[in-house]
């Protein structure tokens, strides 16, 4: 089975909103449609973006969190691998600064992350340096005339 829980349809402003959700819901038993509004300044929270069409009839978007969200996340001193936990953590930056389509939501979204780390036991120092990109040791550096090859592991 496959299961859609969020749908985003952008219509003309002229057009009847209850009566196109009356007939979206008409097309299946099974698919009821519900119609969102907008929030004071005409954000529609999507998953984890808020989306809107700026006057100018462009596409913004910043991110979400849900109110019902509790920031759980790997604790800082959880059993995890050290890299584990780094990689999180810029996963969870550039996610958020993905989803951000101007530079001033992009620093709240990181700002947001970094609340979240800190409650869950990071220092500041340690988020930065988790921030920063790995370095290889030099032994470990690739040459342009290396040649990787991954053999696949099969079992008796």
């Known amino acids: 089975y496959r299961y859609i829980d969020d749908c985003v349809l952008i219509i003309d402003r002229d057009t009847d909103f209850e009566d196109l959700v009356q007939r979206l819901n008409k097309l299946h038993e099974s698919i009821k449609f519900e119609l969102q509004k907008t929030d004071a300044d005409n954000f529609l929270p999507v998953l984890d973006t808020a989306i809107r069409v700026s006057e100018h009839g462009r596409l913004q978007y910043k991110f979400y969190v849900k109110d ?6 790997i604790h800082a001193n959880s059993a995890l691998p050290e890299s584990t936990k780094r990689n ?3 996963s969870e930056l550039e996610r958020a600064d993905s989803l951000c389509s101007e530079i001033t939501w992009k620093r709240a979204a990181s700002q947001q ?3 979240k780390f800190r409650s869950n036991g990071y220092t500041e120092a340690r988020i930065r340096r988790h921030m920063r990109p790995s370095r290889r040791r030099k032994d470990q550096s690739l040459n342009s005339d290396d040649c990787i090859l ?5 079992s008796d």
Request: proline share 6%; no cysteine.
């Open 68 to 73: 019902a969200n509790r920031g759980l996340f």
């Open 88 to 90: 999180a953590i810029r």
């Open 113 to 115: 992350m970094f609340r």
């Open 150 to 154: 991954k053999l696949p592991f099969i």
